[in-house]
């Protein structure tokens, strides 16, 4: 390390989407951040398709020029196909917002991710691959600094205003502190793999993702067109349905495939190109978002349900949000708990938006159906899916949703922050909306 960064304001554990963003944004007001990240990029890493709410974050990240350039595939819509093969209309999200946000794309994430890191380092953040943070320090209560250990096998201390955890499914402080939270419905598991030479729409559908719906509607595949030819395709169920005793993930995956015939005729004159993958997808929540001088983003505060492709975007706000809440502290010499984790309400209603969507989804939603019966909330619905979460003007379509219900069933049940006090939209727009924002 060098040494004008060896007492940064700010250390980041974690390079991926949600560390590079928070580090970004710090950096760019001019306070020194240093990064850490255990592996070597570029690396694998699932999680592909981006929404349209990236586009705010990429943008000020200075992201969208290098995306433009890329070649990524290009997204504009999202399609559903149900249990009997029946497609539903697109939801072309630049219909519901004609402006550029309404574009985005289909990314291979260890380029992506690589792309987000060097982006990071260009704007003056420190950021040191193949490192190890093995414990965060505390003075007292409060998050004081890493220790750390590069490839070289030496392990050293770092000292920092701030510490944010950004390291993924590893969890470092979630863990410590015992602070995580399993949803009690949002228990599934995925096993997925890479085809060349699948079956893709053209012109304007050519880079949509496409939810299909098991026969047996036990669970849904993605299938998202990937660059070079290549299209990501993986199936998603309730774990114990999907693992326990059925052997392989290769005659898993197989078994699925001869289940549904929608997926064999897409991949008929396909070649697979990859080795099979598998992952659990438990969503889980930490119980806080911050502490004094620590601050939890992306999926080391949370995982969501991967239906509808939130995983990135809740990563870059929940970096967006944090570093803005950090920046303000660092400004004022108040690194509390309480400024610290100033975001969290509104990230968490905004996460709780996209779950009962998701659970909505698992319990038998149709898009199909609600478009025919309330053509005029296409677009409120079209909101949800590019992950317009975080303003209360979506919540109009829950009681529509509730009249398509069969008789007895009732709504899926609130779970994190419903018992939360609800945040006003003038201190969503006051804290997360800088004007010009929105189109």
Not at 113 to 128: S, T
Not at 262 to 281: L, M, P, S
């Amino acid at each position: 390390m060098t040494a004008n960064h060896s007492n940064p304001d700010v250390v980041v554990i974690g390079g991926g989407p949600a560390g590079s963003t928070v580090s970004t944004l710090i950096a760019q007001r001019g306070y020194k951040v240093t990064l850490f990240e255990r592996e070597r990029f570029p690396r694998f890493h699932i999680g592909e398709s981006l929404i349209p709410e990236t586009y705010w974050v990429l943008k000020r990240l200075n992201m969208l020029e290098k995306m433009k350039k890329s070649c990524f595939v290009k997204k504009h819509s999202v399609q559903f196909v149900n249990a009997n093969g029946k497609l539903s209309a697109p939801f072309y999200f630049w219909d519901n917002k004609p402006h550029e946000c309404s574009q985005t794309w289909q990314v291979v994430r260890s380029e992506f991710d690589l792309l987000m890191l060097n982006n990071a380092r260009e704007h003056g953040v420190q950021a040191h691959e193949g490192v190890r943070v093995l414990e965060v320090l505390f003075e007292g209560d409060r998050a004081a600094g890493v220790r750390i250990q590069g490839e070289d096998g030496v392990p050293r201390e770092v000292r920092a205003k701030v510490v944010v955890d950004a390291s993924g499914q590893s969890t470092m402080l979630q863990n410590r502190f015992k602070l995580r939270l399993w949803d009690p419905v949002l228990n599934k598991g995925a096993v997925w793999t890479y085809w060349e030479g699948a079956y893709r729409d053209t012109g304007r559908d050519e880079g949509a993702t496409i939810v299909i719906q098991t026969p047996n509607k036990q669970g849904w595949w993605w299938y998202i067109p990937l660059h070079n030819n290549i299209v990501s395709l993986g199936v998603v169920a309730p774990f114990d349905y999907l693992f326990k005793g059925r052997g392989s993930h290769e005659q898993i995956y197989k078994e699925e495939v001869d289940l549904c015939p929608e997926i064999q005729k897409r991949i008929q004159n396909a070649r697979r190109v990859t080795g099979y993958f598998a992952t659990k997808d438990y969503s889980y929540r930490s119980k806080e978002v911050a502490g004094d001088g620590w601050v939890l983003i992306g999926d080391a505060f949370g995982f969501l349900d991967p239906l509808y492709s939130s995983g990135v975007l809740l990563a870059l706000r929940s970096g967006e949000m944090a570093a803005d809440a950090i920046v303000d502290g660092l400004a004022k010499g108040d690194l509390s708990k309480e400024q610290l984790g100033q975001w969290g309400p509104v990230f968490n209603q905004g996460v709780d938006r996209m779950r009962r969507l998701v659970c909505e989804y698992y319990d038998g939603f149709s898009f199909g159906q609600f478009v025919k019966n309330y053509p005029d909330l296409k677009g409120k619905v079209t909101d949800l899916l590019i992950g317009d979460l975080f303003e209360g003007k979506v919540d109009m379509v829950w009681k529509p949703m509730e009249t398509l219900y069969p008789p007895g069933k009732t709504p899926p049940a609130p779970w994190f922050a419903a018992a939360a006090p609800a945040v006003t939209q003038n201190k969503v727009n006051e804290l997360f909306l800088p004007e010009g924002r929105r189109p």
